[in-house]
């Protein structure tokens, strides 16, 4: 057993430190946080300084149990978790949880894993920071706070659906997308004409080069654009002033969490989570610097290493040290930007990895690597016809510097600098003309998020930390109130005039794409619903600045400025009250929007949120005929769709004709679209029309349904049909579904492939059961690794018999379900008591329901009196 136990956070950070700090020390993983706050009541007692009550879940008991014995065995325990305040927070739970006292404990950090890093770290260690851990608690009440009372809130108000939630930052993200899906609704497009004139000129070796000039700016309509063409025809094109500028451009800062995430994006097409998943593996295999950090400072010994790296690589013009600064003054968790930590490693082996290390890599040596130097020209060439000019302007890059290793941001996109390139112009040449053009261009909307834009927003205003950017963004979309997506384009007429060399001018049109989008985040329906909502009854929750603010305050309790629980206090108290006149006074929030009357009946169209999601409707409830209703489609929105979209739903279901005897119609269910053929159900596949859908069609749809649900073969008289599922292909035989392995040819099955699946199938789950009681959801099982107890879905050790001895196969026969109890009550405390105090719970609330209705009416009285 070696004399020191380190624990870290995860399994893989554990084997590399491990082989680091050799035997006498033992590394061990706890797999992230090790306590929650409880469920019942907040976990929070709101009359004790709003006093946390944590408890272990159950998923981590077996870890905690595990640690306490080790912990016990060793000398020293060593709390080594992530060097932020998360990571703080989880060597505070371990020492409770471990009973280590804080104030002795040795606490190491360190923000790369190299040896002399870890090396120094046990060198140096210190104590638990209390203000740190301070900071995380409170982030973690007043988002506890604020997601327990808002959210039924919102079950209430919006809707039952129990998926409804609101949070302190992912409630401002969302209202960042409505906000600007918004304006892209409400924007209108204006035209203008661009001039452009094309000339050709001799290059240094004679050969005419061409090369293009801009004319006036934006240019109003098109009879301005066709009355400047026709005021050139016969011009004469002289250069008349040549301005040569030196230009430069410098590299930016090494990356911050936020800044790689967009630049992941960007070049990658990366998703957040997925940037911060790849970066987490290349930290805990020792590649890189921990990648949680809104710091753009390196150390000392990475800028030597960054140096000896770009003078040996690229020699000593090319390097220019420089020390980057923090644009938000908080910026003090992390000490280090996101870096590799060796320079030498150009690249990593690991296939996953590969390119967001070498992204990584390319930033961080650009940083301290020279300017790139350009000789800018600028020509000015005018008319002889109307004293008009026009500007051609080139570049010419001088010296590459960084752009040598990496191309920031748009650069890595069509390079518009190589087209401006000019042929060398002398003052009083006349270059060729060869055409000049008006080209009708059209203003374009603010563009949709991206994941890595709506990072960077929030950054910018201050809202979240870098640990909660990539949650805050899983959150929002997992909740339905954003979708990330592909929008296609609309076909859009546009204008173009042209003057050619000949002095004729013609007119042309020519058809764009325009408006298509890629992996952007829209807002659904319920998503705007449920901010309109808190934006009109909480507008201090949904306030970018205040929200700011409260980061500000956690930075606060951070530095030991103020105490954590005169935070809470300070926005609690009013919040609450909020919360309780909102509830009283409040009325439902649908999202009505009128779209018209209908035709045929003369009663409102209304398109609003329903409980199943976006709908439209024809009438009311009040009316003497029921309402109708039809659901959106998933390209349309309540704040868009037009009387004719909504009007279309209503055809639904469709009868297209019939088929084997047996009406054939189209509708959309519960559960998507479907056909329908006399009683039968046949989905339809996403992107298919079901308003232009032919009977061809729907027919195609039903025998390929009917040849997947054919039998495949026969067992013990019974059919065998096959089908490919959530886990893969699989093939059913009496109810029972059974899992291909890959060693059987899935389109291929023979009759004695079937016989031997269905017989192993059977004979497994006549041994997997060796007692059961379904009522009580508790039985015994065989394992791989030997018998256990299944108690509702989890799996619990067997205890000792009666004798003091294992169970044997035997013995278990006899077992009782009292003595099967006693086992799982051991493992998990009060497995049984909850399940005694609900019906009280339930005969409490119905004895008091009607004295809360009687106050209620009491109530209504004193106001209508009023």
């Not at 609450?576 to 009325?587: D, G, P, R, V």
């Not at 004979?763 to 997997?768: C, L």
């Amino acid at each position: 057993m070696a004399k020191n136990l380190l624990i870290v956070e995860s399994p893989a950070k554990a084997k590399t430190i491990e082989k680091i700090l050799g035997k006498d020390f033992e590394v061990k993983s706890c797999y992230g946080h090790i306590r929650d706050l409880e469920k019942d009541d907040m976990g929070i007692d709101l009359n004790n300084h709003y006093q946390p009550r944590y408890i272990v879940p159950d998923e981590k008991e077996r870890v905690v149990r595990e640690l306490k014995q080790l912990a016990k065995k060793s000398d020293e325990v060593w709390l080594a978790s992530d060097e932020d305040r998360e990571g703080e927070s989880i060597s505070w739970h371990l020492a409770e949880v471990l009973g280590l006292d804080p104030a002795k404990t040795k606490r190491i950090v360190f923000h790369e894993i190299t040896a002399p890093a870890i090396r120094k770290a046990v060198d140096n260690p210190r104590r638990i920071n209390m203000n740190l851990v301070n900071a995380q608690q409170a982030r973690r009440v007043l988002d506890r706070l604020v997601g327990f009372e808002l959210s039924p809130v919102l079950w209430r108000k919006i809707g039952m659906q129990r998926s409804l939630s609101a949070g302190r930052v992912q409630s401002v993200a969302v209202r960042l997308i409505v906000e600007r899906e918004r304006e892209i609704n409400h924007f209108t497009a204006e035209s203008s004409y661009k001039i452009e004139a094309f000339f050709t000129a001799p290059d240094i070796n004679g050969r005419p080069v061409g090369f293009k000039a801009e004319g006036p700016a934006k240019v109003a309509s098109q009879a301005t654009a066709q009355s400047f063409l026709e005021s050139c025809a016969g011009a004469r094109y002289t250069v008349a002033d040549i301005t040569v500028k030196p230009a430069k451009r410098t590299p930016t800062a090494p990356f911050t969490t936020s800044t790689l995430q967009q630049e992941a994006s960007r070049k990658l097409g990366y998703g957040v989570s997925k940037t911060m998943l790849l970066a987490q593996k290349l930290y805990e295999s020792g590649m890189i610097t921990y990648m949680r950090t809104d710091s753009v400072n390196l150390s000392d010994t990475a800028m030597q290493d960054i140096q000896k790296e770009v003078t040996n690589s690229y020699g000593d013009q090319y390097y220019q040290p420089r020390r980057f600064k923090n644009k938000n003054e908080s910026a003090q968790e992390a000490h280090e930007a996101i870096r590799p930590t060796y320079m030498s490693n150009r690249s990593v082996a690991d296939e996953e990895t590969r390119r967001l290390y070498e992204l990584i890599w390319k930033r961080t040596i650009a940083s301290q690597m020279s300017d790139a130097e350009f000789e800018k020209t600028i020509a000015k060439i005018n008319i002889s016809t109307n004293n008009e000019s026009l500007t051609a302007t080139g570049e010419v890059m001088k010296f590459d510097g960084f752009l040598k290793v990496y191309l920031e941001g748009k650069d890595d996109e069509d390079d518009e600098d190589a087209e401006g390139m000019l042929p060398p112009l002398s003052v009083n040449q006349q270059p060729d003309f060869r055409e000049m053009t008006a080209t009708e261009k059209f203003t374009r909307p603010a563009p949709r998020y991206t994941e890595a834009s709506l990072v960077k927003k929030l950054e910018e205003l201050g809202i979240g930390r870098p640990s909660t950017y990539a949650p805050t963004i899983s959150t929002i979309i997992k909740r339905n109130y954003v979708e990330k997506r592909d929008k296609e384009g609309v076909k859009r007429e546009t204008q173009l005039l042209r003057l050619d060399k000949n002095d004729k001018l013609s007119k042309e049109t020519f058809t764009e794409n325009t408006g298509a989008e890629k992996s952007k985040l829209f807002p659904t329906d319920l998503g705007i619903v449920v901010t309109d909502f808190l934006k009109q009854h909480f507008q201090k929750v949904m306030d970018f600045g205040f929200t700011a603010r409260i980061e500000q305050d956690f930075d606060s309790i951070a530095d030991g400025k103020v105490t954590w629980s005169d935070v809470i206090d300070e926005f609690y108290k009013p919040f609450h009250n909020n919360i309780e006149h909102t509830l009283e006074t409040a009325e439902r929030a649908k999202g009505e929007r009128e779209l018209g009357i209908d035709e045929v009946s003369g009663k409102k169209v209304i398109a609003r949120m329903g409980r199943y999601g976006p709908m439209v409707q024809i009438g009311h409830a009040e009316d003497e005929e029921k309402p109708r209703f039809a659901k959106l489609k998933a390209d349309q929105s309540i704040e868009t769709i037009s009387l004719e979209d909504a009007m279309q739903l209503f055809a639904l279901p469709r009868v297209l004709g019939e088929y084997e005897g047996q009406e054939v119609s189209v509708n959309v269910g519960r559960f998507g679209p479907y056909v329908k053929l006399g009683e039968q159900f046949i989905s339809i596949p996403k992107g298919e029309d079901l308003h232009t859908m032919e009977l061809e069609r729907a027919i195609e749809l039903i025998n390929e349904k009917q040849q997947a649900d054919a039998p495949i073969g026969y067992y013990q008289e019974l059919p065998v049909t096959k089908g490919k599922g959530r886990f893969g292909p699989f093939i059913k035989w009496n109810n029972i579904y059974i899992n291909i392995p890959r060693a059987y040819n899935f389109d291929a099955l023979t009759q004695k492939d079937i016989d031997e699946l269905v017989e192993k199938k059977l004979e497994k789950e006549s041994n997997r059961f060796i007692k059961q009681w379904p009522e009580e959801k508790i039985a015994i099982e065989n394992g791989r690794w030997g018998p256990f107890i299944r108690f509702n879905k989890k799996m619990l050790k067997l205890g000792k018999a009666a004798d003091g001895n294992k169970y044997t196969a035997e013995s278990l026969a006899d077992v009782d379900l009292e003595s099967v109890k006693k086992m799982i009550e051991e493992q998990v405390p009060n497995a049984f008591a909850k399940k005694a105090k609900a019906p009280a719970k339930k005969a409490a609330a119905k004895k008091a329901a009607p004295k809360k209705a009687a106050a209620k009416k009491a109530a209504a009285k004193k106001t209508t009196k009023k």
